[in-house]
């Protein structure tokens, strides 16, 4: 298996999520998109009274009688967290090229979206897509911490610890645990948004996850993997 950290962010840096049913719509997109199913098989009628991803699987009306818990996922989603102009992804395939094919649909399908709510036309996103391999044993250990702390760009104070120092671990741990739009919570043991990602990858190395994250804050160490992050 490899495992991919994985970025896209709005052409000219753009903000690409105003509010959340922006961001109830790109959560609802990892989910409906990660199907081998073609893109145009899955369309959703979106309601803006929906209040979760949860209850979009539930309560959501799809074209041509497609069921979501019928899809064939084409990758694993181990983290990601939405920032206001990009999103981090932390992806492996299940099929040939499914990541590729995932991250087609859903660049496409919400960008398509995105263009028809605030009435504009032409290229959301920056360009291809960034993604790098995890191809050692300290990107593995520190690049799920990374992807889920980038919330704490929110906080001030807390905003400098990409050079590895945070000046109030506690409040930034609040912060995080307060902070939907990323798998953390999923992994902390609040359940947020569970049918989009796998946990089973990292289920050994963080038993613990936020008792791991307090520690983590404590002495931030992204120092060895910092030439390989997407910024």
């Known amino acids: 298996m490899e495992l991919y950290h994985v970025l896209n962010r709005g052409v000219d840096k753009r903000t690409i999520f105003l509010d959340d049913q922006d961001r109830h719509r790109f959560v609802h997109d990892l989910f409906i998109f990660n199907d081998s199913k073609p893109a145009e098989n899955t369309e959703y009628f979106y309601s803006r009274t929906t209040k979760s991803v949860e209850s979009i699987d539930l309560r959501g009306r799809y074209k041509d009688g497609y069921k979501p818990d019928k899809r064939k996922q084409i990758v694993d989603i181990h983290a990601w967290c ?83 120092t945070v000046k109030n671990p506690p409040a930034a741990l609040k912060h995080l645990e307060n902070y ?45 993997i910092k030439d390989l992050l997407h910024e």
Do not use: C
């Not at 398509?112 to 959301?124: P, V």
């Not at 089973?200 to 120092?223: M, S």
């Open 82 to 164: 939405l920032m206001g102009n990009h999103y981090h992804l932390l992806l492996s395939s299940r099929v040939d090229n499914g990541i590729t094919k995932f991250l087609m649909k859903l660049n496409v399908g919400y960008a398509k979206y995105f263009n028809e709510r605030y009435k504009r036309a032409g290229t959301l996103f920056q360009g291809r897509t960034k993604k790098v391999r995890i191809a050692t044993d300290a990107h593995f250990m520190h690049i799920m911490n990374y992807i889920h702390l980038n919330p704490l760009d929110f906080l001030k104070g807390a905003d400098q610890w990409r050079d590895l």
């Open 180 to 224: 939907r739009w990323s798998s953390f919570q999923d992994y902390s043991g609040r359940s947020n948004f569970p049918s989009i990602i796998s946990t089973d990858l990292f289920g050994d190395e963080h038993r613990n996850y936020k008792k791991d994250i307090a520690r983590y804050l404590e002495d931030v160490n992204i120092e060895p």
